[in-house]
């Protein structure tokens, strides 16, 4: 949660959306996880997508108040992957997903991002940002540079801010309990390494 938010027993553990109504009270993701993006357009019309570029405010958020790190999760199929790292930063088209049997998932779109990047209302995309951080905690953003119809002129969207940390201050952790309750984890202090390999 971000410093100075509301405590973690303001979220009922029984409502089952208590991750959704902590980031929208202000909360960010601790160390990596994903965003997905919808593209459309509207009817009768066709978007391209030009380009894709991370926005990262340069001075770094304070450590959060308190860290809820109930583990799991999982994610639907999409249709394009990207990594982020915010330490770097860097943006890493993947490209497709693959299901697990290993085949790719049906209707993915493997052409790059750019001017045959296209979208309709029958035909939209989901985009999958990866996004990692081990050293600080970041206020991030998606610049998004599309074009209707062919049209010359340029447009941008940016979807955002969303918040992403991975510096702690003697923060106190907690996991999920027994019963719909939220059990203490210990607690984390500096940065946070993950225990596994940033993307840089």
Excluded at 65 to 82: A, H, K, L, M, Q
Aim: proline share 9%; charged share 20%.
């Amino acid at each position: 949660m971000i410093n100075g938010g509301p405590a973690i027993k303001t979220f009922p553990m029984n409502s089952g959306n208590e991750r959704e109504k902590m980031i929208d009270a202000g909360a960010g993701v601790w160390e990596k996880g994903f965003l997905y993006l919808d593209l459309t357009a509207p009817p009768q019309k066709t978007m391209r997508i030009l380009n894709l570029r991370p926005l990262i405010d340069k001075t770094s958020l304070p450590p959060p108040s308190w860290i809820y790190s109930p583990g799991g999760g999982c994610g639907g199929p999409v249709s394009r992957v990207f990594e982020l790292g915010l330490d770097t930063p860097s943006l890493k088209d993947t490209g497709v997903q693959e299901s697990e049997d290993g085949k790719p998932v049906p209707d993915t779109r493997s052409d790059p991002i750019g001017p045959t990047f296209s979208v309709t209302k029958d035909e939209p995309a989901t985009l999958r940002f990866d996004v990692s951080a081990c050293k600080a905690n970041y206020q991030w953003s998606i610049e998004i540079t599309y074009s209707i119809d062919g049209d010359l002129g340029r447009h941008t969207f940016v979807s955002g801010p969303y918040r992403t940390m991975a510096f702690a201050d003697k923060t106190k952790m907690y996991t999920y309990g027994e019963n719909n309750t939220y059990a203490e984890a210990g607690s984390a202090d500096g940065p946070s390494g993950g225990g596994w390999t940033c993307v840089n």
